[in-house]
C-alpha cells in the first residue's frame, strides 16, 4: 500500500476515532507482591514490565530477587560468595543482563537474568548508582567519592570518565537507550550532562545546586526529570539544554521513574514535611501537572516503571534511613494499569512502517481494508524492536491504496 500524506493521516485517524487515547493513569491501585520483606534499595524492570530485579542493603540475607511475572513470584539470585550492602540495580530492555552496586564494595553484573553474577568493578568505592543501555552493554555507575565510570562491554572493563572539575557526590545516573547520553546528579551538587558516553561532561545550566535524589531520562535522551529531596523537580524536552521547574508537596522524595518517551513520570516520597506517610505522584505531561496517585500509612522508596509507564513496582515499608541513601524495611508493590498505546504510521519508501512503545500487555497489529466490515486481522510480520527508543516496528509492504490498523490485545 503507497500511503500518501492525505491517506496517512486517514488511516491515523481511523485509528484514533476508534481507539481513542486512554489516560488510566489516575485509576491506579497498589499492591503487595510476593518479595519478602527486607530492607529493599532499588528495584529495576525491563521494557515490558515483566521482569523484574531488586536488591536489599543487608549483608547477611541474600539481597538480590528477581521476578519473570511482573512481581508474581521472586528468586534469590543473591549467588555472589561475598555479601554486599546493595545500593543500585539496573536491567537490558529484555532484563537479561543485571548491574548491580554496592556501597563501599563493587559492580557485579550478570548476563543470564541474574543465575550468575561477576565482577570485574574497577576499584572499591561507595557506588551509589547504575544505569544501563537497552542492549545492556554499556553501563555508567557513579560514586559519592567523585567517581564515573563507564564500560562498553557488560562490565567486563571499565574506563573513568571522572573528568568533571569540582569535586561532587555523585548519588544518581540515568541513561539513554543507546547509551550515549548520560546525566549525573549530585547530592548537594549539581546536575552534568554528557552526549559521548561519558567521555566529556557538561555542566546543567538552569538548575541549582541542592540535595537532588534522582534523575531520569527518556529512551532518546530528550527528555529528562530530575527530583530533589525537598519536592523541587525540573524536566527539560531538549536533552538538558533548558530546564522548566516545578514542584510537589513538601516532603522527602526519594525517587522518580519515567516512560520511553518521557511523557509518563512516577514521583514517590517517603514522608511529607511533617514526618508523616509518603505519597506516589503521577505525571502524564512529561510534569508539567502532577496527581496524588498513593499514599499510605508507610513510606514509599524507589520506583521503576515499564517503558509504557502502564506498569509500576515501588519499594514500601518503614525504617528510612538517616541522609542521602533512602532504604526502607518492607515489601515490593506493584501497580498494573490498561496500556492504550499509541500507533504511529509513517511513510517508509513505498512501504508503511507502523511502530509503538514496547506495552506491558500483550498486542497486535490488525488491519482492515475497509471499515464498512468487521474484517480485522492480524498483520503476520513480527515486530522488531528498536532498543534506541523501545518500540516495536512492522514495515508493512504495499498492497493496496488504502488500509486501516489498529492495535489490539489477542
Known amino acids: 500500500m503507497i500511503v500518501k500524506p492525505k491517506q496517512l493521516l486517514l488511516v491515523l485517524f481511523a485509528w484514533v476515532s476508534l481507539f481513542g487515547a486512554l489516560n488510566p493513569v489516575f485509576s491506579q491501585t497498589w499492591t503487595n507482591t510476593s518479595a519478602p520483606y527486607g530492607l529493599w534499595s532499588s528495584i529495576a524492570s525491563s521494557a515490558d514490565g515483566s521482569k523484574l530485579v531488586a536488591c536489599q542493603v543487608e549483608p547477611d540475607i541474600a539481597g538480590i530477587y528477581t521476578s519473570t511475572n511482573s512481581g508474581t513470584t521472586w528468586t534469590s539470585n543473591n549467588v555472589v560468595t561475598d555479601r554486599q550492602q ?12 543485571l548491574a548491580a ?11 543470564n537474568a541474574g ?10 568505592g561507595w557506588w551509589n548508582s547504575v544505569a544501563s543501555s537497552a542492549d545492556g552493554t554499556k553501563l555508567v555507575a557513579v560514586a559519592s567519592s ?4 563507564t564500560s562498553t562491554d557488560t562490565g567486563a572493563t571499565w574506563t573513568s570518565n571522572t573528568t568533571v572539575m569540582d569535586t561532587q557526590s555523585w548519588h544518581f545516573v540515568a541513561s539513554s537507550a543507546d547509551g550515549s547520553k548520560l546525566a549525573i546528579a549530585a547530592y548537594q551538587g549539581m546536575i552534568y550532562l554528557s552526549t559521548n558516553s561519558g567521555t566529556t561532561w557538561t555542566t546543567a545550566v538552569s538548575v541549582p545546586s541542592t540535595n537532588w535524589e534522582a534523575i531520569v ?9 530530575a527530583i530533589a529531596q525537598s519536592g523541587l523537580v525540573y524536566t527539560s524536552p531538549d536533552s538538558g539544554t533548558t530546564w522548566v521547574s516545578n514542584s510537589l508537596p513538601a516532603g522527602q522524595w526519594t525517587s522518580i521513574a519515567s516512560s520511553a518517551d518521557g511523557s509518563k513520570l512516577v514521583a514517590a516520597a517517603c514522608n511529607d514535611s511533617s514526618g508523616g506517610a509518603g505519597w506516589i505522584y503521577v505525571s502524564t505531561n512529561s510534569g508539567t501537572t502532577w496527581t496524588l496517585n498513593a499514599s499510605g500509612n508507610n513510606y514509599w522508596g524507589f520506583v521503576a516503571s515499564s517503558a509504557d509507564g502502564s506498569e509500576l513496582v515501588g519499594l514500601f515499608g518503614s525504617g528510612v534511613s538517616d541522609g542521602a541513601v533512602i532504604v526502607l524495611y518492607g515489601g515490593i508493590y506493584a501497580s498494573q494499569t490498561t496500556p492504550s498505546p499509541q500507533l504511529n504510521l509513517t511513510p517508509s519508501g513505498s512501504n508503511l512502517t507502523a511502530t509503538w512503545i514496547i506495552p506491558s500487555t500483550n498486542f497486535v497489529l490488525q488491519q482492515n481494508l475497509d471499515l464498512t466490515t468487521t474484517d480485522w486481522t492480524n498483520v503476520t510480520n ?7 527508543n523501545l518500540q516495536d516496528k512492522v514495515v508493512l509492504s504495499s498492497t493496496n491504496g488504502s488500509g486501516f490498523y489498529r492495535l489490539k490485545t489477542p
Open 382 to 388: 513480527p515486530p522488531a524492536l528498536n532498543l534506541t
Open 217 to 225: 531520562s527518556s529512551a532518546d535522551g530528550t527528555r529528562l526529570a
Open 115 to 124: 543465575a550468575t553474577w561477576v565482577s570485574n568493578s574497577p576499584s572499591m
Open 146 to 149: 567523585n567517581l564515573i565510570y
Open 101 to 111: 552496586v554496592a556501597g563501599m564494595g563493587q559492580i557485579y553484573t550478570s548476563t
Open 86 to 97: 546493595w545500593l543500585s540495580i539496573a536491567s537490558s530492555a529484555d532484563g537479561t543482563k
